[in-house]
């Protein structure tokens, strides 16, 4: 509710007639939007009128979020002292959102409220406010930001062997550029690293730092199979992707007809 103000209080007696049960009051001396009221108490005639204020609403964190939709939440808290005839959402790529930016309205009222997103961008930060709106204004809440999903990568491109290498490049799937990868041999568990050694921890790169990645430091004739993995903005990975394989050279020289070629 809005700030109450005692405006003035009176023996009944002074006054005449039927006292109303309540009255808006606008005009002369009362500024912005307010109601009053009239009530008899304790043997006193009491007028009481209530400032209205525009609502309160507070943005609570994204849930529910994928590749490309989302769930965003608020929540409001009082609404002034006038009705809440809409409350809802805000997102845009960049902070500072406004109520220009892709407003997106869930109902009305006092309480929490869900606004589902969908069409969004893949791997994308998105910044949003909560809204309200009552008779008086609307009121906005703090910025908050949440990532989509990265896509799940496809199968690695395995070629070129050698004796004791092969190359390995990253099929993004749809990812953007920015979006970061990790190319794991999956015999072992081991990582490729950024010098195409492996090791125990993830090397996260984008495709295009990873580019074709020669992975040495193999077994000839030996069949190794790769899978790759992706992660948003925000750190959060996906599962592996499909596997790709390729076999090593043999590392014997080659016969014919018993000599050595």
């Known amino acids: 509710a809005g700030s109450s103000t005692l405006i003035a ?7 005449a007639g039927a006292v109303p049960t309540s009255l808006t009051i606008g005009g002369d001396g009362i500024a912005g939007d307010t109601v009053g009221a009239l009530a008899i108490t304790a043997g006193e005639l009491i007028l009481q009128v209530i400032q209205l204020e525009p609502p309160a609403v507070t943005t609570v964190a994204a849930s529910a979020t994928n590749t490309t939709a989302a769930t965003l939440n608020g929540e409001v808290t009082a609404d002034g002292g006038a009705a809440v005839t809409e409350r809802g959402v805000c997102y845009q790529t960049t902070a500072g959102v406004g109520l ?3 407003p997106t309205a869930s109902g009305s009222g006092i309480g929490v409220f869900a606004a589902d997103l969908s069409s969004l961008a893949v791997n994308q930060t998105y910044f949003f406010k909560a809204y309200a709106v009552n008779s008086v204004g609307t009121s906005l809440g703090s910025d ?3 990532t989509t999903l990265a896509n799940v990568p496809g199968a690695p491109l395995v070629a070129n062997p050698t004796v004791s290498t092969l190359d390995v490049t990253v099929q993004a799937n749809g990812n ?7 190319i ?12 195409g ?9 984008t495709a295009s730092a990873w580019g074709t990645k020669t992975v040495t430091g193999l077994a000839d004739t030996t069949t190794y199979s790769f899978q790759v993995k992706a992660r948003n903005g925000e750190a959060v990975e996906t599962a592996v992707g499909a596997t790709a394989a390729g076999t090593t050279l043999d590392a014997r020289p080659s016969s014919l007809g018993g000599f050595n070629l």
């Not at 953007?176 to 990790?182: E, K, V």
């Not at 041999?185 to 081991?190: F, I, K, Y």
């Open 184 to 195: 794991q041999r999956t015999s072992d568990s081991l990582y490729v690293q950024a010098d």
């Open 176 to 182: 953007p550029a920015d979006t970061a990868f990790a």
């Open 100 to 102: 220009g930016d892709n």
């Open 197 to 205: 050694s492996f090791g125990a921890d993830a090397a996260w790169q």
């Open 144 to 146: 908050l930001s949440f």
């Open 9 to 15: 209080k009176g023996a009944i007696g002074s006054v």
